[in-house]
C-alpha cells in the first residue's frame, strides 16, 4: 500500500491515527459524562448537546487561524507539534470536576485543533503535487482518512474500560496520552518532510496580518458578544431570550459573519486565473455544511439513542468476552434512589437541581416486559460509547473496496471528479437517515429498545457517503487552492465543518421538543435531500472548473 506513496504517508498516516484516538475518545463520553448525574455535571440532554455543538463548533473553526499562522510565520511543523501538544494538555484537564477547568480544557483543544487539523492535511498535499503523486492523491487522502478512523475505532473500548475500572477522569487521561503519542509520530518523520513543512510567507497581494486581526478576528469577537447579548441573557427568568435556540448559538453565528465575508473577499479580490478554483471551493464549502450537520450528530443524538433506546444487554459468550475485557456496566433490577426522566426521557430538575425518585435503573424503562430480569437479578451491557466505534469500523472495513472502486473506474477512464463523487456522498448519507426513521416505528417510538442492528446499518450507508464526500473533500481543497493559501482554503474548508457542527447541536439540542422521533430524523433527510440537489444542480459549473485547471 505504502510502496507508490510519498514516505511520509506512514508518519502523517500514524500521528493522524494517534492524534483522532484521543479527539474522538473524548467525543465519545463528552455529553455521556455532561448528562451524568452521579459524576458528570447532571445536564439535560438540550444543555449537553447545545455545549457539544458549540465545542466541536469551535475546535473547527480556530484551523481558519492556525492555517493562516502556518501559512506564514511558523510553517507547518512547528504548528502541528504546538497543537497538539495543547490538545493533550486539554484532554488530561477535562477529567478536573469543575466546570472552569472544563472551559479551559476546552479552550487548548480548540486552540491546539486550530494549529494541528488543517496544517497536517495540507502537508499531506504538498506531497502529492509532485508531478510523481499527483494520480494518486486521492488514493493517498483516502489512506489518510484510514488511519483518522483506526483511530476513532480502537479509542472507545479504551475509554469504556477505563471509565468503568477508575471513573471519567482517566478516561480522559488516555486522550491525552494518545495525542501525545501523535506528536512524536510525527516528529520521528521529519527526515521524510523535507522543505515541505516550510512556510509559505506573505504573498504579494495578502492581506497583512494586523488587517486581519483589524478586521477579522476583533470583528468577530466584537460580533459573538452582540450575539450573546442581543436579546438579554438566558436564565430561569428570561428562558426565551435568544434567537436561534440558546446565547452560545447566537455568539458563534453572529461571530461567524466577519469570517465569511473574509473568505467571499478572496473570491472578489483574487486574481482572474484564481476566481473561478476558489469560488468553486466556496461553492463546495457552502453545501457540505448540512453533510456535517447531520453527520455531527453521532456524538449527540446517536450517542443519546444507542443510549437509551438501544438493546444494550449481553448475554453468554459475548457477556464473558466483554467482561473480561471491561466493557460492560452491571446494572440491578431493584428499586433504588435514581434520577427522575419523564416518559420522553427528559431529565426532571427543579430550581437547578435534578429530582430524585425511588424506581428501577433508567435502563429499564423501554425494555420489553418478557425480557425484564427478576428482581435483584443483574443485567450485562455493553457500555454505550461503544457505539461511537460503529462508523469508524465500517470505514475500515470499506475503505479499502471505495479506493479498490474508484481505482477500477480510473483505470477505465471513467473515474467521476472529485465534485461529482461529493455530489454521490450527499445523496447516500441522506438514505441513511431513512434508516432511523425505520428503527423509530420499529421501537414505537421508544416505547421499546431496539436491536444494534439499526444502528450498525445507519453508521454503514452513511460511511459510504462520507467515504465519497470527506477525504474528497481534503484532496479539492489541495488540487483548487492557489499555492500561497492553501492552508487558509483549508481552514475554509474546516470552517465549513464548523458551521455544520454548530448545526448539529442546534438540531441534537432540538430532540426533545419532538414528541414523535421519527418527525427529528425527516428534517435531517430533508436537509441532505437539498444539499444533495444543490450539489447535483452547480456540479456542471464545478466540472467544468476542474477541467480548466487539468485535474479530476
Given amino acids: 500500500m505504502w510502496k507508490s506513496h510519498p514516505k511520509a504517508l506512514p508518519y502523517l498516516f500514524l500521528s493522524e491515527m494517534w492524534e483522532r484516538f484521543g479527539y474522538y475518545l473524548m467525543i465519545g463520553i463528552f455529553t455521556l459524562y455532561l448528562k451524568d448525574v452521579e459524576a458528570g455535571y447532571a445536564m439535560t440532554e438540550k444543555e449537553a448537546s447545545d455545549l457539544y455543538g458549540t465545542f466541536i463548533a469551535l475546535v473547527f473553526l480556530t484551523p481558519f487561524i492556525g492555517g493562516l499562522i502556518a501559512d506564514r510565520y511558523w510553517g507547518y511543523k512547528k504548528s502541528i507539534v504546538i497543537g497538539g501538544l495543547m490538545m493533550g494538555?486539554?484532554?488530561?484537564?477535562?477529567?478536573?470536576?469543575?466546570?472552569?477547568?472544563?472551559?479551559?480544557?476546552?479552550?487548548?483543544?480548540?486552540?491546539?485543533?486550530?494549529?494541528?487539523?488543517?496544517?497536517?492535511?495540507?502537508?499531506?498535499?504538498?506531497?502529492?503535487?509532485?508531478?510523481?503523486?499527483?494520480?494518486?492523491?486521492?488514493?493517498?487522502?483516502?489512506?489518510?482518512?484510514?488511519?483518522?478512523?483506526?483511530?476513532?475505532?480502537?479509542?472507545?473500548?479504551?475509554?469504556?474500560?477505563?471509565?468503568?475500572l477508575f471513573g471519567w477522569e482517566y478516561a480522559f487521561m488516555a486522550a491525552g496520552v494518545g495525542m501525545f503519542i501523535?506528536?512524536?509520530?510525527?516528529?520521528?518523520?521529519?527526515k521524510h518532510y523535507g522543505n515541505k513543512t516550510d512556510k509559505k510567507g506573505v504573498q504579494e497581494g495578502d492581506m497583512p496580518f494586523y488587517k486581519i486581526v483589524l478586521f477579522i478576528l476583533v470583528p468577530s469577537a466584537l460580533f459573538g458578544v452582540i450575539g450573546w447579548f442581543l436579546n438579554g441573557v438566558q436564565s430561569e427568568a428570561n428562558p426565551n431570550c435568544s434567537i436561534f435556540g440558546s446565547d452560545s448559538t447566537d455568539a458563534f453565528i453572529f461571530a461567524c459573519i466577519p469570517v465569511i465575508f473574509f473568505y467571499a473577499s478572496l473570491y472578489f479580490k483574487a486574481k482572474k486565473e484564481d476566481k473561478r478554483p476558489i469560488g468553486a471551493l466556496l461553492t463546495i464549502f457552502g453545501v457540505v455544511i448540512l453533510f456535517w450537520a447531520v453527520f455531527k450528530l453521532n456524538g449527540s443524538a446517536l450517542n443519546n439513542w444507542g443510549d437509551k433506546y438501544t438493546d444494550r444487554e449481553l448475554t453468554g459468550v459475548s457477556q464473558t468476552i466483554a467482561s473480561k475485557l471491561v466493557l460492560t456496566d452491571t446494572l440491578v433490577y431493584k428499586k433504588d434512589s435514581v434520577a427522575l426522566y419523564d416518559e420522553a426521557f427528559r431529565i426532571q430538575k427543579e430550581d437547578g437541581k435534578v429530582i430524585k425518585v425511588v424506581d428501577y435503573p433508567l435502563y429499564f424503562r423501554n425494555v420489553k416486559k418478557e425480557k425484564l430480569p427478576e428482581e435483584g437479578s443483574k443485567v450485562f451491557t455493553w457500555s454505550?460509547?461503544?457505539?461511537?466505534?460503529?462508523?469508524p469500523g465500517w470505514v475500515i472495513i470499506l475503505t479499502p473496496l471505495v479506493v479498490a472502486f474508484f481505482t477500477f473506474l480510473r483505470g477505465r477512464k471513467k473515474e467521476p471528479t472529485t465534485p461529482t463523487k461529493i455530489a454521490f456522498g450527499l445523496l447516500i448519507s441522506a438514505l441513511s437517515v431513512l434508516v432511523m426513521v425505520a428503527a423509530v416505528n420499529m421501537?414505537?417510538?421508544?416505547?421499546?429498545?431496539?436491536?444494534?442492528?439499526?444502528?450498525?446499518?445507519?453508521?454503514?450507508?452513511?460511511?459510504?457517503?462520507?467515504?465519497?464526500?470527506?477525504?474528497?473533500?481534503?484532496?479539492?481543497v489541495s488540487k483548487l487552492s492557489p499555492t500561497n493559501i492553501t492552508s487558509l482554503m483549508m481552514g475554509g474548508w474546516f470552517l465549513s465543518t464548523s458551521i455544520g457542527n454548530k448545526l448539529s447541536g442546534v438540531l441534537a439540542s432540538l430532540w426533545d421538543t419532538y414528541d414523535n422521533k421519527a418527525d427529528f430524523f425527516w428534517i435531517n433527510f430533508g436537509l441532505l435531500m437539498f444539499a444533495t440537489l444543490l450539489m447535483f444542480v452547480l456540479l456542471k459549473q464545478l466540472n467544468k472548473v476542474m477541467k480548466e485547471k487539468g485535474i479530476n
Fill in 182 to 190: 501523535g506528536v512524536i509520530v510525527f516528529i520521528l518523520g521529519t
Fill in 89 to 164: 494538555v486539554g484532554y488530561f484537564l477535562m477529567g478536573v470536576h469543575n466546570i472552569t477547568v472544563l472551559y479551559i480544557a476546552m479552550s487548548l483543544v480548540i486552540v491546539g485543533n486550530g494549529f494541528f487539523k488543517p496544517n497536517i492535511s495540507t502537508l499531506l498535499g504538498n506531497f502529492y503535487n509532485e508531478d510523481k503523486y499527483k494520480e494518486k492523491k486521492d488514493e493517498g487522502y483516502n489512506i489518510f482518512y484510514m488511519g483518522i478512523n483506526i483511530g476513532a475505532f480502537i479509542c472507545n473500548f479504551f475509554g469504556a474500560a477505563l471509565k468503568i
Fill in 384 to 391: 454505550a460509547n461503544l457505539s461511537q466505534s460503529i462508523n
Fill in 443 to 476: 421501537g414505537g417510538n421508544g416505547s421499546e429498545k431496539v436491536s444494534v442492528w439499526w444502528l450498525v446499518a445507519n453508521y454503514g450507508v452513511i460511511t459510504i457517503g462520507e467515504l465519497f464526500l470527506s477525504p474528497m473533500g481534503l484532496s479539492v
